[in-house]
């Protein structure tokens, strides 16, 4: 009497369009975020890899540490960077190659 009788409707069926409708927003936002995170990321570190193994013996570094210095020997994991020049003879520090975060221009620590 006061209360009608309500008649559920039934939803069509989802079809493939639809369901990849659905999926768009995030496949999407994937794209985006391998093009703007994921990519220039990996890029860089193929980059310092390179750079870490063409290291040879004269190149002038900064390591990860702000330490700046000739490298004097070059090992498989390390190497003996050149950092100061005493009464003694040169002061030289071990460092790891993966260290490495800058290789400088030849010449660089001359005007130092």
Do not use: C
């Not at 980059?47 to 040879?56: D, F, I, N, Y």
């Not at 570094?61 to 020049?85: C, F, M, P, S």
């Not at 009464?87 to 030289?92: A, R």
């Amino acid at each position: 009497m006061l209360i009608s009788l309500a008649h559920a409707q039934t939803a069509a069926p989802a079809g493939p369009a639809d369901s990849f409708m659905q999926l768009l927003p995030i496949i999407l936002m994937f794209v985006v975020l391998w093009f703007l995170m994921i990519r220039p990321q990996m890029k860089r570190a193929k980059e310092q890899k390179a750079m870490v193994e063409a290291l040879q013996k004269g190149d002038e570094v900064v390591t990860q540490g702000g330490i700046v210095g000739r490298i004097a020997k070059v090992g498989d994991n390390y190497i003996h960077l050149e950092v100061a020049e005493g009464k003694d003879g040169t002061v030289e520090m071990v460092v790891q190659k993966a260290a490495v975060q800058v290789l400088l221009p030849k010449g660089t620590l001359k005007s130092l």
